[in-house]
Nanobody
């Protein structure tokens, strides 16, 4: 089992930055994908970014590429999402997720990000 706890959400003006954190505990295997997803009001949950635990291969949604960066602190088992140049359309609940080979079996509770225009 893996437990994921997100933090760092909040209210920010357009053009600003936020850094989300996801504290991971439990058994994380080398083939696990660690990802960030988001869900805006009235919309389906969508992929934002991810990396593979053992080789740190990163991948981003086109809508955030160049503005968001996913990273990790190995010692603390924390996954970060640095979000820069935020736009109103980035407003959503952001979720951290993990699972083997892209099957995201484990999810956090989410953290709200609101970008005011």
């Amino acid at each position: 089992q893996v437990q994921l706890v997100e933090s760092g959400g909040g209210l920010v003006q357009a053009g600003g930055s936020l850094r989300l954190s996801c504290a991971a505990s439990g058994q994380i295997f080398s083939n696990y994908y660690m990802g960030w997803f988001r869900q805006a009001p009235g919309k389906e949950r969508e992929f934002v970014a991810r990396f593979i635990w053992n080789d740190y291969d990163t991948y981003y949604a086109a809508s955030v590429s160049g503005r968001f960066t996913i990273s990790r602190d190995n010692a603390k088992n924390i996954v970060y999402l640095q979000m820069n140049s935020l736009k109103a359309e980035d407003t959503a609940v952001y979720y951290c997720a993990a699972g083997p080979n892209g099957r995201y079996n484990f999810w956090g509770q989410g953290t709200q990000v609101t970008v005011s225009s």
